[in-house]
């Protein structure tokens, strides 16, 4: 924006994630729209909206997202219920949606330095397709997706950059994937991006949520899918927003879309108000009450969140704040870090007296540089999950107790390391099938670093003048010729041997 100070974004966001249950929200359809081969193949009475069918909602769904609700620290309600929620448009078979408006699971709550105002659960609407046949332009409704359990958290309107939204967002996701309650993928959907935006003169500081008096209209971007576009899509209407008011104009309420091609927002229609739904109570689901023990047995099963598990990895593991940070952002590479950990634990210390008190930051600074190094950049080549390849935790563990003990060197660690993650072989079945152990025959050690001295006269002759770098090149020589069957640091040892007997 070209004046910062004069303006401040008001920024709320509105985000559907699609839950990963096995049926959808009200049937017993199945829940896999975007696997379906065929368009409107997981559909019943009930998802298309047919007379007479009645509605049961998911159990699971709304677990879920009382789950969801307690780790964002919301207020979970004793008394919730379903409404029915009043529009018109070609995805919405019924005519209505079942949703809910003034009794949410969950409210309140935060998350970093947002506010969230309501997390409740709703069902998926259809999906319209735009297509030609026959050479005219034709809309097409695929109900596969038509009520698929839909989670809606709604934030306080505490955002004022679009780099703080997408902060926000990525939290979020990454909260939700930790509770394993949805992939969360936007490519395909699963998650999408409602962004409400506003500009206001009234506001006690750049970096205050104190909204003296907001705005007297606000934009809302519809079904964004990336951050990148969620990003964007705030940073224009901002602009947008500013030039209008400049004019002295008032931006129009309405809801808008994001034309990713063009890079700006099309108008679509005039923002709804609650009124415009005519919202009332769905009369064919009765009110739901949640005992406390039942609430109770929820919360006993959230999962160590990230921020927790950031924390615990500078505390019990040492880690550095960037080292923690990578390794807590996917709950599976931190469950294969820690099992990786514990399993060099085990090896390193089996038989001896320090595996009682023994202390986890002693093992895992090593393990974490072989994650966030070579194993993320195989994952990062291959595009696959840590849970995907054959490499296991235990293997590394082993890899690097191998390494610890002298049996291999630390290139032949990177060599077996890559063998291990083609084949799922252990490490010591590959460095005996390849003969990559350390040669400990002293004999053909040494009469190979007299050779390699005896043709580099130079670098020798460097080395006893003092300069130390020429023993880096004589040792790569060394385990160049040994195949990397030796260990540099014996080899520097028996190098600055020989020079001293040399010069006797």
Not at 131 to 148: E, I
Not at 149 to 175: G, H, M, N, W, Y
Not at 188 to 202: A, D
Not at 374 to 401: C, F, Q, V
């Amino acid at each position: 924006m070209a004046n910062k100070s004069k303006y401040t974004p008001i920024i709320g966001l509105e985000i559907h994630i699609e839950l990963g249950t096995v049926s959808k929200m009200f049937c017993g359809c199945k829940n896999d729209p975007f696997g379906a081969e065929k368009p409107n193949i997981y559909t019943c009475p009930v998802c298309l909206g047919l007379p007479g069918a009645l509605p049961v909602p998911n159990k699971k769904a709304v677990t879920w997202v009382i789950m969801l609700g307690m780790a964002l620290g919301s207020k979970i309600a004793t008394d919730s219920k379903f409404d029915r929620k009043n529009y018109f448009y070609p995805d919405l078979p019924k005519g209505y949606q079942i949703s809910q408006y003034d009794e949410p699971l969950a409210q309140g709550g935060q998350l970093g330095d947002v506010r969230i105002s309501r997390v409740h659960l709703e069902e998926d609407t259809g999906k319209l397709v735009h297509a030609t046949v026959k050479a005219k332009k034709v809309s097409l409704v695929d109900f596969n997706r038509s009520g698929v359990a839909l989670v809606e958290i709604v934030t306080e309107p505490d955002i004022r950059s679009s780099e703080q939204a997408v902060l926000f967002l990525k939290r979020l996701r990454q909260i939700v994937r930790y509770l394993g309650i949805s992939d969360a993928d936007m490519e395909k959907g699963s998650m999408r991006i409602e962004p409400n935006i506003s500009l206001s003169r009234y506001v006690n500081s750049v970096h205050s949520r104190n909204v003296q008096k907001l705005p007297n209209y606000k934009v809302e971007v519809k079904n964004i899918n990336s951050f990148k576009f969620a990003k964007n899509a705030i940073d224009y209407e901002l602009k947008r927003h500013e030039i209008l008011l400049e004019k002295g104009k008032t931006p129009k309420q309405e809801t808008r879309g994001w034309d990713e091609k063009k890079n700006i927002t099309v108008s679509q229609r005039s923002k709804e108000e609650a009124h415009d739904y005519r919202y009332f109570p769905e009369p064919d689901i009765p009110p739901m009450r949640f005992a406390k023990p039942y609430l109770d047995k929820i919360r006993a099963e959230i999962p160590e969140l990230p921020q927790q598990k950031f924390m615990r990895y500078m505390q019990t593991y040492g880690l550095s704040e960037y080292d923690s940070e990578i390794l807590s952002v996917n709950r599976e590479v931190a469950l294969w870090f820690e099992a990786a950990v514990e399993a060099y634990i085990q090896t390193a210390t089996t038989g001896t007296e320090q595996k009682e008190n023994v202390a986890p930051s002693a093992y895992s600074k090593v393990v974490a540089n072989w994650i966030i190094g070579d194993l993320a950049n195989m994952l990062k080549k291959d595009k696959a999950g840590i849970n995907e390849i054959r490499l296991l935790p235990a293997h590394l563990a082993e890899l690097l107790y191998l390494l610890d003990k002298g049996k291999i060197s630390s290139t032949v660690a990177k060599r077996v390391f890559i063998e291990v993650y083609k084949t799922g072989k252990t490490p010591s079945s590959i460095v005996k099938e390849l003969d990559l152990g350390i040669n400990e025959d002293s004999f053909v050690l040494k009469k190979t670093i007299e050779e390699v001295m005896s043709v580099n006269h130079k670098a020798v002759e460097k080395l006893r003048a003092g300069k130390t770098a020429a023993i880096g090149f004589l040792i790569g020589q060394v385990m160049l010729k040994m195949k990397g069957r030796a260990d540099a640091k014996t080899v520097s040892k028996l190098i600055e041997k020989l020079l001293v007997n040399s010069k006797q």
